[in-house]
């Protein structure tokens, strides 16, 4: 398939034209006309490219892209020597920010609720898209519980802020769970607000352990890296199956 047509069945997948976003989400860097092997990742790392590269790819396709608002636009440095190489190997990189975080299917929301059996998304904030998402499980389970499936399905252990600690009244049982995956965890206040007793995101800051205490809403810090390795997974598996592309996703190790 063509590069550009590549890009296009992409982004009508994911409704790429109706998400104002943070960086240009599409083909960022342009290789070779044509493509047939593709490698997918969560970042644009070195190490991912040079991995593309033993892989033969054609073209990269990860969640975070390049050209970042407000970042330096020089092309020097880390930067440039990332798209230095994309250039001389002449691969395709792409990249798909927060459409690939809210797709109802493909999304990283949506994925990280199947892997952990949460049912029946739904927008957390009002507007049109909602970046965050709450669902339920189908049987209330404990925290305990719900800490070592995180924990066997992400192949993580989570950090786990316990309403129980301050809280007079707090949660005994988890079943309405906020979702926000990545760097989502300033929604926890909009979780609590919304009936949620759980919320879920990658990353932690140091308001969260006593938004989670004194709103009384457990929280769980499952790595930023760890929680949003299933959206581009299942993009390319989407691409492999319905357009017989050789996809080839690899997980460079990431402890944040």
Partial sequence: MNNLALEKLISQKLNSATIADYAPNGLQVEGRPEIRKIVTGVT???ALIEAAIARHADAVIV?????WKNEDPCIRGMKGKRIKTLLINDINLYGYHLPLDVHAE???NAQLAKLLKIENLQPLESDSVSIPVFGELAQPISLEDFARRIEKSLQRKPIVCNAEELT???PHLIRKIGICTGGGQGYIDLAAARGCDTFISGEISEQSTHSARE???HYFACGHHATERYGIRA???WLAQEYQFEVEFIDIDNPA
Avoid: M, V
């Fill in 44 to 46: 644009a790392s070195q």
């Fill in 63 to 67: 969640h975070h892209g390049y050209f």
């Fill in 106 to 108: 493909l999304g990283n």
């Fill in 168 to 170: 007079q009244n707090p």
């Fill in 215 to 217: 709103l009384g809403i």
């Fill in 235 to 237: 993009l390319g598996e």
